[in-house]
């Protein structure tokens, strides 16, 4: 699934997207980043709350290429920045991480 999916389809709102060709091969959803880093794939999407610059940091070691924050939460302009610098992709949602991780989930193909 391409980052273009995300955007178009599922019509997550795209706060910033550097390459909308990217690739997506799997999905993570958690709110604990020590969890994340331990266990979230490469080329995923990670499904949180968690709006902080610190996300970025972890998607970015963990080989995340997108972070979608559910439950109406904002990035501030930190991690923005963070996004920016790392090439990291973030989109929001007013969906709660169930039904946004569903959708994504479907869209992979895996329900």
């Given at each position: 699934m391409k980052?273009?999916?995300i955007?178009?389809?599922?019509?997550?709102t795209?706060?910033?997207?550097p390459?909308?060709?990217v690739?997506?091969?799997?999905a993570?959803?958690s709110d604990?980043?020590?969890?994340?880093?331990?266990n979230?794939p490469?080329e995923?999407?990670l499904?949180?709350i968690?709006?902080?610059?610190n996300?970025?940091?972890?998607?970015?070691?963990a080989?995340?290429?997108?972070?979608?924050?559910?439950?109406?939460r904002?990035a501030?302009?930190?991690?923005?920045?963070a996004a920016?610098?790392?090439?990291?992709?973030?989109f929001?949602?007013?969906?709660n991480?169930f039904?946004?991780?569903y959708r994504i989930?479907?869209g992979l193909?895996?329900v």
């Amino acid at each position: 699934m391409k980052l273009k999916y995300i955007k178009e389809t599922l019509a997550y709102t795209a706060v910033y997207v550097p390459d909308t060709e990217v690739d997506i091969h799997a999905a993570y959803t958690s709110d604990l980043l020590s969890d994340v880093m331990g266990n979230a794939p490469d080329e995923s999407i990670l499904i949180t709350i968690q709006g902080h610059k610190n996300t970025i940091a972890v998607a970015s070691l963990a080989g995340i290429e997108a972070v979608l924050l559910c439950s109406n939460r904002s990035a501030p302009q930190d991690m923005l920045d963070a996004a920016k610098n790392e090439g990291v992709a973030v989109f929001t949602t007013s969906e709660n991480q169930f039904t946004a991780s569903y959708r994504i989930a479907a869209g992979l193909g895996l329900v």
